[in-house]
């Protein structure tokens, strides 16, 4: 049976936070941009219990995570609102079609 | 001293204050038809925060909250220098027409929110408050940004704002997740502490640090976390605008302050502090400070359009030369990034409210909407334009010449020659676009298309004030400069 340590918690952490990223600068759908954000935030969380479940150092890790949870979905509130209101105003959420200011 | 949870309630009534109003005003826009009441109280509840805030500068300093909030006078100098912001921004929404013509309601409360989540920013002592507070300011910054719903430009801006601040904060939580693994703790102090005993993990540390300077590089503007400013600035109301530039960058900065200096440093003795973790993070936030500065002059050069857009651009060369007082790592470099802040509170403000009295009477914010400003009925206003675009350069005898001049005193005292070099070399480029609008302003003739703009009394005592601030201050600053020196002891322990 492998044996699951820190090391295995934080790949897996980088690879979301590598996903989410890169989601990010490819998607040009801005819920799609919107999703890479919340993979980011969930790569970081990974990391805050991983290190409070193996570095000993009480439960600061898991409570940050509680807040980052709750932040996420306040988070995921507005921007849905101000995509909805994108689209009112463009008929399209493609952040490439909603560049329009320039100087 | 470090206070239990219901000492601590008598230490923290400004921003209890502040959240009781939030909600009361969101419960109050229920009831009142007139809305802008409901500005006229939000100016109250910031007022009565200030005092609060100035009564407490002569209690003692310590831990409140488990030792999450710190009191300090550097934290109640910047609460005052974020209160002072929110009010001239409330000031500025009641007499600004555009902000009339919206469905008001909500705008007090969600500014009021904003500054309450300034105020923690300023005092935060730990990665989770700082994290929580900086998150608020930019949850509620991306609503008002956005707040003319009818605007396709205001929409814009606040998309902008929101991706572009969404991955800014989520590598910077990122990055806080490898500083606490590596520090064990949440806490400035015991990270400092954790790094002092056991310096090695450099590299990890420095990824985590670099990540995390990306989501405080972004709420001050720092290149390369600036490309929001100039389209969010373009696109949200003035005043928000305005609020953005100054209350939001302020708040940044006492943060990031908070956070390098007192967990990745250390003092040193005689005023001065060194780093601890092994990690060079000096080097790389002077090569920010030089880079910000430079980048931010050179792209405002080339702005004929939207005056916003140039402030902006200006807004991200202030940010660069306010880093210059960090870099030096000492008591000198964070009185003089202080003062500078304050100054810049002052005429960035004031330029905003100019640009604001134009929008009022022509509708528009584009350079040439100035053309002959002072030749039709806008004489007060162009002469106080020149007066803040002169400051903002650092030309004597107005405030802005003094900030500068500690900046570069601080810089050259550490013999950082070249980056002081760099500083000299950008406000001289600074001038040229600066003096074009005062140019435009006094030696263009109106061609008579742009209409006549009137001054208000409302405008234009707050007008007022924010001129004679700026050309006092260039005159008389000891007083200030006594206050910022004292407020630059941070709390430790």
Redesign the interface.
């Known amino acids: 049976m492998l044996d699951i340590g820190l090391h295995h918690f934080l790949t897996v952490s980088v690879l979301v936070f590598i996903a989410g990223l890169f989601t990010v600068l490819t998607r040009r759908n801005a819920i799609g941009v919107l999703m890479g954000v919340e993979l980011i935030l969930n790569s970081a969380n990974i990391n805050y219990i991983a290190f409070s479940r193996f570095g000993g150092s009480g439960y600061d890790g898991q409570i940050f995570t509680i807040f980052a949870i709750m932040l996420a979905a306040a988070e995921a509130a507005i921007g849905l609102a101000i995509v909805l209101g994108i689209y009112r105003k463009f008929e399209t959420i493609d952040v490439e079609a909603t560049d329009t200011l320039r100087g | 001293m470090d206070l239990g949870n219901f000492a601590s309630l008598s230490h923290s009534f400004p921003t209890l204050f502040l959240a009781f109003s939030v909600v009361a005003v969101f419960l109050l826009d229920l009831v009142i038809e007139k809305k802008e009441w409901l500005g006229d109280i939000a100016l109250l509840v910031v007022a009565i925060a200030i005092l609060g805030v100035v009564r407490l500068l002569s209690s003692e300093t310590g831990a409140l909250f488990h030792r999450s909030v710190v009191l300090d006078e550097f934290g109640l100098y910047f609460q005052l220098l974020v209160l002072l912001s929110a009010f001239a921004t409330i000031w500025m929404s009641l007499g600004s027409r555009e902000i009339r013509r919206l469905n008001q309601g909500e705008y007090w409360a969600i500014l009021l929110a904003s500054t309450l989540g300034m105020a923690f920013m300023a005092t935060s002592n730990n990665?989770?408050m700082g994290?929580?507070s900086l998150?608020f300011v930019s949850?509620t910054s991306?609503?008002l940004a956005?707040y003319s719903?009818h605007n396709?430009?205001a929409?814009?801006?606040?998309?902008?704002y929101?991706?572009y601040g969404?991955?800014a904060s989520?590598?910077m939580?990122?990055g806080?997740?490898?500083i606490?693994?590596l520090a064990?703790?949440?806490e400035f102090h015991a990270i400092q502490q954790a790094l002092l005993t056991n310096g090695e993990a450099a590299l990890p540390l420095y990824v985590a640090l670099v990540l995390t300077l990306a989501g405080l590089g972004f709420k001050i503007s720092a290149f390369p976390f600036h490309m929001w400013a100039?389209?969010v600035y373009?696109?949200a109301p003035i005043p928000v605008a305005a609020f953005l530039a100054v209350g939001s960058k302020t708040a940044a900065f006492a943060l990031m302050i908070r956070f390098f200096f007192t967990a990745m440093a250390a003092p040193a003795g005689g005023g001065a502090y060194e780093m601890v973790g092994g990690v060079d993070w000096r080097t790389l936030l002077l090569v920010v400070s030089a880079l910000t500065m430079t980048y931010g002059n050179l792209a405002a050069l080339?702005?004929t359009?939207?005056v916003k857009?140039l402030l902006a651009y200006s807004g991200i060369a202030h940010a660069g030369y306010a880093l210059m007082g960090f870099v030096v790592l000492t008591d000198d470099g964070l009185r003089a990034m202080i003062f500078y802040l304050t100054v810049y509170y002052l005429m960035n403000i004031g330029a905003f409210l100019v640009v604001m009295m134009v929008a009022n009477s022509t509708g528009r914010e584009d350079l040439a909407s100035f053309r002959g400003l002072a030749w039709r009925g806008g004489a007060v206003p162009a002469v106080a334009m020149a007066i803040f675009l002169f400051s903002l350069t650092g030309l004597p005898p107005f405030a802005g010449f003094i900030g500068k001049f500690y900046l570069f005193a601080a810089v050259v005292k550490q013999e950082l020659y070249l980056l002081a070099l760099i500083g000299v070399a950008n406000s001289v480029v600074s001038l040229f676009y600066y003096a074009r609008i005062v140019r435009v302003m006094f030696l263009d003739q109106p061609e008579g298309g742009e209409g006549v703009v009137e001054v208000d009394w409302h405008n234009g005592v707050l007008l007022g004030l924010l001129t004679i601030g700026t050309v006092v201050l260039g005159i008389f600053w000891g007083p200030l400069f006594d206050f910022a020196d004292r407020s630059t002891r941070l709390f430790i322990g």
């Open positions: 990665l989770l994290y929580l998150e949850l991306y609503v956005g719903l396709r430009r929409t814009e801006a606040s998309l902008k929101l991706i969404g991955v989520g590598a939580i990122y806080m997740s490898w606490y693994g064990g703790s949440l100039p389209d373009q696109g080339n702005q359009g939207s857009r």
